[in-house]
T-cell receptor
Framework: EAGVTQSPTHLIKTRGQQATLRCSPI?????VYWYQQALGLGLQFLLW???????NRGNFPPRFSGRQFPNYSSELNVNALELEDSALYLC????????????FGSGTRLTVV | DQQVKQNSPSLSVQEGRISILNCDYT??????FLWYKKYPAEGPTFLIS?????DKNEDGRFTVFLNKSAKHLSLHIVPSQPGDSAVYFC???????????????FGQGTELSVKP
């Protein structure tokens, strides 16, 4: 069974540009979660999608957005990139109640220069 | 407001000895706790969890202890092995009316180094 896959693995963008990160959940999982891990910090919750709808978002500005497609894959978009957006972006998926934990992908390392 | 805290950024232990990783939380409504392990260039992987109705859960070399009155949990690894060297994150969640809206609340992580 394939795990959670994220692409690209690495992404380098210039300040002010837009970044698009992609995630494919485990087959059968309907929920997708996005987290940011900045240097020296823990995992900060960004977004939760379930059945194509945004269910919750963390304390991030509106330039962080995303969507979930009918096949449950998801996209995270970061507009007007700032240097402090440089981080590891992790996607996770679950089936049913997320409180029992998720399965994470390997992440996309975004570097803003 | 950091609801889940891991106050030790790093821990070094000799192979074969016990590793104890600590985690404190402030929200008494959390009722499920998890530990994840993360190697460089990989995503976190689930290690072990515990419900608030228990005070201990064991899985092989890994044991998690929960002290609800102190709002403290710890992960014990016995015996520690060099392959256990990784960053360990504790996380918390709530059910029902205490549901955190799909999110797990993570600590900052503790980097464990097990020396041969």
């Amino acid at each position: 069974e394939a795990g959670v896959t994220q692409s690209p693995t690495h992404l380098i963008k210039t300040r002010g540009q837009q970044a698009t990160l992609r995630c494919s959940p485990i087959s059968g999982h309907t929920s997708v979660y996005w987290y940011q891990q900045a240097l020296g910090l823990g995992l900060q919750f960004l977004l939760w999608y379930d059945e194509g709808e945004e269910r919750n978002r963390g304390n991030f500005p509106p330039r962080f957005s995303g969507r979930q497609f009918p096949n449950y894959s998801s996209e995270l978009n970061v507009n007007a990139l700032e240097l402090e957006d440089s981080a590891l972006y992790l996607c996770a998926s679950s089936f049913g109640d997320s409180n029992y934990g998720y399965t994470f992908g390997s992440g996309t390392r975004l570097t803003v220069v | 407001d950091q609801q889940v805290k891991q106050n030790s950024p790093s821990l070094s232990v000799q192979e074969g000895r016990i590793s104890i990783l600590n985690c404190d939380y402030t929200n008494s409504m959390f009722d499920y706790f998890l530990w994840y392990k993360k190697y460089p260039a990989e995503g976190p992987t689930f290690l072990i969890s515990i419900s608030s109705i228990k005070d201990k859960n064991e899985d092989g070399r890994f044991t998690v202890f929960l002290n609800k009155s102190a709002k403290h949990l710890s992960l014990h690894i016995v015996p520690s092995q060099p392959g256990d060297s990784a960053v360990y994150f504790c996380a918390a969640s709530g059910f029902g009316i205490y549901n955190q809206g799909g999110k797990l609340i993570f600590g900052q992580g503790t980097e464990l180094s097990v020396k041969p």
